[in-house]
């Protein structure tokens, strides 16, 4: 999502933290916005990427839950199966390809992958 913004010309992407940066990822892609959907199909499209937001979002705070970084002792997280962390990987592969798609088709010249 920073390389999507950075190549939209948004500033200082490095300092926003994860729920700031993927709002103003899909507000930038046209996936969120305040004006009404064009039609019924763009207003389920647009419900599925808030449901795509909301799965990176709680992606990221189990990351911070159940994994090593960020200073916690090794042996002391919470457990997750790797049937739950084969799901969320999944998700994530899926979600962070569709958003390049997404942001490619904006701006066909550039390519971001």
């Known amino acids: 999502m920073r390389t999507i913004l950075h190549e939209f010309g948004t500033s200082s992407v490095e300092s926003l933290g994860f729920s700031e940066l993927t709002s103003k990822c899909f507000v930038e892609l046209g996936l969120q916005g305040s004006e009404a ?4 199909a763009e207003g389920k ?39 739950d962390a084969s799901m969320i990987a999944s ?12 942001a490619e088709s904006r701006d066909p010249q550039e390519s971001l992958v």
Do not use: C, F, Q
Request: hydrophobic share 45%; charged share 25%.
């Open 37 to 40: 959907p064009k039609s019924a």
């Open 45 to 83: 499209v647009r419900k599925m990427a808030d449901y795509a937001k909301k799965i990176i979002i709680v992606a990221n705070e189990l990351r911070n839950l159940v994994g090593t970084g960020h200073g916690k002792v090794v042996g002391t997280e919470d457990e997750l199966s790797s049937l």
């Open 91 to 102: 998700n994530g592969m899926i979600l962070s390809a569709w958003l390049i798609r997404v």
